[in-house]
């Protein structure tokens, strides 16, 4: 079965930092890459990060760039998001993302969610 | 606000037929491929439709998806109770090099 499976959320003051992990299981993960996807209270999906397959290619949405970085370790099948300079607006359910293999440059999705762990930056 | 736009809720019978849209332009919608998902309530999101299209091997026929310019469609059919859900669009933009998402759809079975 495949699992993906999150830690490192927290209560964190304003500017601080955090480490996000997630574990995976049952599968090949340096077969796939994978991407971070936060959901604020209430409110929708928001892509925030992706990462290739062999870490060599990387992306990040504006609101999180130069903030964020997102890393992998295939040896440890395990997924990483550090945070930095935290924000109230990086409140959020923090989900890894499995993204589903293609053979179409045009294609993005995600085949496999994880079910999250909680950031709340509050002072 | 979203890239993406999708009408924040809809409403059927069950047994019945719902769409929801899907809105975007050219940089995302009208050049890649689009997915949905469905997030019950409490749960992680889960993938219904994928490359605009394609149905993930367990999905129901009863769901179905379609692309034209720079909009998508997801149908869904014989509606039931537990079709109650949020339902996100959701693509990559190539201007930004950043995957979107819509609002999000919540749709209601009466």
């Known amino acids: 079965e495949v699992q993906l499976v999150e830690s490192g959320g927290g209560v964190v003051r304003p500017g601080g930092s955090l480490r996000l992990s997630c574990a995976t299981s049952?599968?090949?993960?340096?077969?796939?890459?994978m991407t971070w996807v936060r959901q604020s209270p209430g409110k929708g999906l928001e892509w925030v990060s992706s990462?290739?397959?062999?870490?060599?290619?990387?992306g990040y949405a504006d609101s999180v760039k130069g903030r964020f970085t997102i890393s992998r370790d295939n040896a440890r099948n395990s997924l990483y998001l550090q945070l930095n300079s935290l924000r109230a607006e990086d409140t959020a359910l923090y989900h890894c993302?499995?993204?589903?293999?293609?053979?179409?440059?045009?294609?993005?999705?995600?085949?496999?969610w994880g079910k999250g762990t909680t950031v709340t930056v509050s002072s | 606000q979203s890239l993406l736009t999708q009408p924040p809720s809809v409403s059927a019978a069950p047994g019945q037929k719902v769409t929801i849209s899907c809105s975007g332009s050219s940089s995302n919608i009208g050049n890649n491929y689009v997915s949905w998902y469905q997030q019950l309530p409490g749960t992680a999101p889960k993938l219904l439709i994928y490359?605009?299209?394609k149905r993930p091997s367990g999905i129901p026929d009863r769901f179905s998806g379609s692309k034209s310019g720079t909009s998508a469609t997801l149908g869904i059919t014989g509606l039931q109770t537990g079709d109650e859900a949020d339902y996100y669009c959701?693509?990559?933009?190539?201007?930004?090099?950043?995957?979107?998402f819509g609002g999000g759809t919540k749709l209601t079975v009466l």
């Open positions: 959701g693509t990559w933009d190539s201007s930004l090099s950043a995957g979107v």
């Open positions: 049952g599968f090949t993960f340096d077969d796939y890459g």
């Open positions: 993302a499995r993204r589903g293999i293609t053979t179409a440059a045009t294609s993005f999705y995600i085949d496999v």
């Open positions: 490359e605009s299209n």
């Open positions: 990462i290739s397959y062999n870490g060599a290619a990387t």
